[in-house]
């Protein structure tokens, strides 16, 4: 099944303490991207790649990284959260840039 | 810096009735995208306009694009209840990041 998936679905952490949410995607999609979905927001962009080893800032990139060292894989960072960086994060992909994305099931943080 | 207005954002209609969501976005772009999304759940792709003019209709839902005006519409048609959910569209500027409507929460009463 055509599918992206997100890990954890579900994380409480602590302020300052290193974390990784892995996205993965098995489409062979070049273009993934990570957004994060805060209330009266809609979603903002964080991080996106157009293919491996190509990463550029959305509109939100401050706080973390990400990395395409293979074409399936685009994990997000978090080096040292902070209670700002609580929201609801979504994971997507597409063949390539301009196209229609799809979207992994969500990832919810809560930072304390 | 590319802005994306949607309006209205919270919509109530009653089960058969037409309406318009409006999409307005601030620069030059063809690529524009509709998305659902349902509570507590994921988005899901409805419609991606990449041209001036282009129209494209799934069941009750129509979505168009006037990128002279910068403009994007999501009609409903004869709407029904399973039609309620969030719909954000988004717009992407030729390289450069995607960025998102606030959404418009729309709830279909019967």
């Known amino acids: 099944e055509a599918q992206v998936t997100q890990n954890p679905r579900y994380l409480i952490t602590v302020t300052g303490k290193k974390l990784t949410v892995t996205c993965s995607q098995n489409?062979?999609?070049?273009?993934m991207s990570w957004y994060r979905q805060d209330p009266g927001l809609g979603l903002r962009q964080i991080y996106y790649s157009m293919n491996v080893e190509v990463t550029d800032k959305g509109d939100v990139p401050e706080g973390y990284k990400v990395s395409r060292k293979e074409k399936r894989n685009f994990p997000l960072i978090l080096e040292s959260p902070s209670p700002n960086q609580t929201s609801l994060y979504f994971c997507?992909?597409?063949?390539?840039?301009?196209?229609?994305?799809?979207f992994g099931p969500g990832t919810r943080l809560t930072v304390t | 810096e590319l802005k994306v207005e949607q309006n209205p954002l919270f919509l109530s209609m009653q089960e058969g009735k037409n309406y318009t969501i409006y999409c307005n976005y601030s620069?030059?772009?063809?690529?524009l995208y509709w998305y659902r999304q349902d509570p507590g759940k994921s988005l899901e792709s409805l419609f991606v306009?990449?041209?001036?003019?282009a129209v494209k209709q799934e069941g009750r839902l129509m979505a168009s694009l006037d990128t002279k005006a910068r403009l994007s519409t999501l009609h409903i048609t004869a709407a029904v209840h399973d039609l309620s959910a969030t719909y954000f569209c988004?717009?992407?500027?030729?390289?450069?990041?995607?960025?998102f409507g606030a959404g418009t929460r729309l709830t279909v009463k019967p």
């Open positions: 988004a717009v992407e500027e030729v390289g450069n990041d995607m960025r």
């Open positions: 489409m062979n999609h070049e273009y």
């Open positions: 620069t030059t772009s063809d690529r």
């Open positions: 997507a992909s597409s063949l390539s840039m301009g196209g229609e994305q799809y």
């Open positions: 306009l990449l041209s001036n003019g």
